[in-house]
T-cell receptor, first 116, second 107 residues
Framework: EAQVTQNPRYLITVTGKKLTVTCSQN?????MSWYRQDPGLGLRQIYY???????DKGDVPEGYKVSRKEKRNFPLILESPSPNQTSLYFC???????????????FGPGTRLTVT | GEDVEQSLFLSVREGDSSVINCTYT??????LYWYKQEPGAGLQLLTY?????DMKQDQRLTVLLNKKDKHLSLRIADTQTGDSAIYFC???????FGAGTRLTVKP
């Protein structure tokens, strides 16, 4: 089954404790991205990756890191989480980057993160 | 500021039509998209419209595009309780999503 998986689905942590949210897709997609969803603000892109070893900042990259060592995996790293990073996070992948003709982004189920 | 705008809430009665509106600023996207997010789930592509089209119909869904006003709408005919969800419009050129419209369908 074609899918994007994220782990964990729920996480409660404390300020400053490093954490990683994993993302994996089994569709051989080149483009992957991370979003955060906050009430009234919709989805905002954190980072994206056009291919292995190619990553770039989205609209709200501060406080986050990513890596793309393999095509299928795109982990999101919070080196020192703060309460303002409490949010719902989505990983997504697509065959081609957005804007290049028709494409469909496949979204993971989301990770709800609470930082106290 | 937000480049894609939507109203946040819409409530309709079962069987009525729902119309969700969206305005955008970047007109370079070849396609515009509507995504649906059901409770506790990620977003799923619901439908899309090519930028040189004015209208697209897909069963109960009708998408209207007014390029001059940069206005996109999604009409759901005969709305059902299963249509209750958050609907996002998206223009992909700059990966912009609207804030999402929460549709509540009352029996």
């Amino acid at each position: 089954e074609a899918q994007v998986t994220q782990n964990p689905r729920y996480l409660i942590t404390v300020t400053g404790k490093k954490l990683t949210v994993t993302c994996s897709q089994n569709m051989n997609h080149e483009y992957m991205s991370w979003y955060r969803q906050d009430p009234g603000l919709g989805l905002r892109q954190i980072y994206y990756s056009m291919n292995v070893e190619v990553t770039d900042k989205g609209d709200v990259p501060e406080g986050y890191k990513v890596s793309r060592k393999e095509k299928r995996n795109f982990p999101l790293i919070l080196e020192s989480p703060s309460p303002n990073q409490t949010s719902l996070y989505f990983c997504a992948s697509s065959l081609t980057p957005p804007g290049q003709g028709y494409y469909e982004q496949y979204f993971g189920p989301g990770t709800r993160l609470t930082v106290t | 500021g937000e480049d894609v705008e939507q109203s946040l809430f819409l409530s309709v009665r079962e069987g009525d039509s729902s119309v969700i509106n969206c305005t955008y600023t970047d007109s370079s996207s070849t396609y515009l998209y509507w995504y649906k997010q059901e409770p506790g789930a990620g977003l799923q592509l619901l439908t899309y419209i090519f930028s040189n089209m004015d209208m697209k119909q897909d069963q109960r869904l009708t998408v209207l595009l007014n390029k001059k006003d940069k206005h996109l709408s999604l009409r759901i005919a005969d709305t059902q309780t299963g249509d209750s969800a958050i609907y996002f419009c998206a223009e992909p050129a700059d990966m912009r999503f609207g804030a999402g419209t929460r549709l509540t369908v009352k029996p």
